[in-house]
C-alpha cells in the first residue's frame, strides 16, 4: 500500500523539522497530552483516488492531501501559527520530492491555510498540501 509509504516519507520529514524547531507533533498512534500554553501539532493524511496509467499494471500513481493542524492555546497571537504555516510552506514546497522504500512522489500543490478553528481552550490553524507518486506494485502472491 503506497499510501502508506507516502505518508511515512512527509512524516519524517515533518518530525525532523519538528524536533529541531522542537514542537511536538501529536500522533494518533501514542497518546498525548498537550503541555499547559503548549503550541503543537495534529497531521493527518487524506488519501485520494490510486489509478493505474502504465501498461501490464506494473505502477499505481497515488494522490493525496496531507494536513498539518496547528494547535494553540486561545490568547496566542496568530501570528505564531500563520510563522508555522510559513515555515511549513518552505518545508513542503512544490516540486519537493517525497521517497520512501520504492514510492517516489512529489508536493504537487502549495500549502493553503484553511480557516481558523476556535475553541475554548484553543484555536487550531489547519494547513494542508497535495502529493502525487508512483510506487511498483509487487508481484501477485507477493
Known amino acids: 500500500m503506497s499510501h502508506a509509504r507516502a505518508r511515512q516519507a512527509i512524516e519524517i520529514k515533518l518530525m525532523a523539522w519538528a524536533t529541531a524547531r522542537p514542537i511536538r507533533v501529536a500522533n494518533f498512534e501514542q497518546e498525548f497530552s498537550a503541555l499547559p500554553g503548549e503550541?503543537?501539532?495534529?497531521?493527518?493524511?487524506?488519501?485520494?483516488?490510486?489509478?493505474?496509467?502504465?501498461?501490464?499494471?506494473?505502477?499505481?500513481?497515488?494522490?493525496?492531501?496531507?494536513q498539518v493542524s496547528i494547535v494553540c492555546p486561545a490568547g496566542q497571537p496568530l501570528e505564531t501559527a500563520e510563522a508555522l504555516v510559513d515555515e511549513l510552506s518552505s518545508l513542503f514546497?512544490?516540486?519537493?520530492?517525497?521517497?520512501?522504500?520504492?514510492?517516489?512522489?512529489?508536493?504537487?500543490?502549495?500549502?493553503?491555510?484553511?480557516?481558523?478553528?476556535?475553541?475554548?481552550?484553543?484555536?487550531?490553524?489547519?494547513?494542508?498540501?497535495?502529493?502525487r507518486g508512483v510506487a511498483d506494485q509487487p508481484p501477485a502472491g507477493a
Do not use: H, K, M, W
Not at 503543537?40 to 496531507?66: D, F, S, W
Open 93 to 131: 514546497r512544490v516540486d519537493s520530492v517525497l521517497s520512501r522504500n520504492g514510492f517516489e512522489g512529489l508536493v504537487t500543490e502549495p500549502i493553503d491555510q484553511g480557516p481558523t478553528i476556535p475553541e475554548s481552550a484553543t484555536y487550531t490553524v489547519p494547513a494542508s498540501f497535495t502529493y
Open 39 to 66: 503550541t503543537y501539532l495534529q497531521a493527518y493524511q487524506l488519501p485520494g483516488a490510486t489509478t493505474c496509467r502504465y501498461l501490464g499494471g506494473e505502477a499505481y500513481e497515488y494522490t493525496g492531501v496531507y
